[in-house]
């Protein structure tokens, strides 16, 4: 899992940072029989070379169908929250604005990569006064819904929440990217800006020697750390706009 935590910036996990259905402390545990029958005469094949703690490579580069579901956010008292209320310093005289997530589920018929979720954070009304729109109306527009021509902070944020209810599809295109949390945590101490992620593209990564395939293993151009390449998204294309380049479609 690869977290920024600069505000506004966007935060993607492919895989879960542990198993959601191990046991731990504070779930309860069944006390069973040792002699269960499921335990003494069901037999499984086990793959002996398989690995069992190897982790899925990354996603690859590419227009990916996906279906969007609302997350919960973190309001200023780190309450989860469907949606919460912000204003930031710098940002548009620090008027509030209203801010959710979005967590995209990957569609992959050929059972690769499908389910594969991807968040996108920080989702805002804000107008921007540059581009005349807001990440909440242009989301609702990729996912095929209609926008108002004016409308208030909690209008936009209703009607995202109203789109997403119904867990629409988009495209979502993807791009490896790989960020060093010990260089961030360091330049966090010293007061700087955190660095931006580097090696942007599957193909910047270093070539393996299966035909297309790359090593998502990097060291980190400062600190030598071995880093992972995540996917990120890049780009949100309506169904109308864009077809998927892996798994549900042919380029177009």
């Known amino acids: 899992m690869t977290t920024t935590t600069a505000f506004g910036d966007p935060t993607y996990s492919d895989t879960p940072a542990h198993d959601a259905t191990a046991p731990d402390s504070s779930t309860p545990t069944q006390s069973i029989d040792p002699n269960d029958p499921r335990l003494t005469s069901e037999v499984l ?5 398989a690995d069992a703690y190897a982790t899925p490579p990354p996603l690859p580069d590419g227009k990916w169908r996906a279906k969007a579901k609302q997350v919960d956010i973190k309001d200023d008292k780190k309450q989860l929250q469907r949606y919460a209320v912000f204003s930031r310093p710098g940002i548009e005289n620090n008027k509030p604005f209203f801010a959710t997530n979005i967590e995209f589920s990957i569609i992959d018929h050929s059972g690769a990569h499908d389910g594969v979720k991807l968040t996108e954070y920080w989702i805002k009304t804000l107008v921007d006064g540059r581009k005349g729109t807001s990440q909440s109306d ?5 996912l095929g819904g209609k926008t108002l021509p004016s409308s208030t902070d909690k209008q936009r944020i209703d009607l ?3 789109t997403l209810a119904t867990e629409p599809e988009l495209i979502v295109e993807t791009a490896w990217s790989a960020e060093c949390q010990t260089c961030q945590e360091s ?3 010293r ?5 931006r992620p580097f090696l942007a ?3 910047r990564f270093p070539s393996t020697r299966a035909p297309g395939m790359h090593d998502p293993i990097v060291p980190c ?5 071995q880093l992972r390449a995540q996917p990120r998204i890049v780009g949100f294309y309506s169904l109308a706009e864009s ?3 892996h798994g549900t479609g042919t380029a177009r």
Not at 45 to 49: G, V, Y
Request: with cysteine.
């Open 45 to 49: 094949t086990d793959n002996a070379a």
């Open 138 to 142: 242009t989301m609702v527009r990729k």
């Open 160 to 162: 995202l929440l109203a």
């Open 187 to 189: 330049a966090k101490k």
């Open 191 to 195: 007061g700087d800006k955190a660095p």
């Open 201 to 203: 593209g599957m193909h």
């Open 221 to 225: 151009p400062v600190c030598k750390a």
């Open 243 to 245: 077809k998927a380049t």
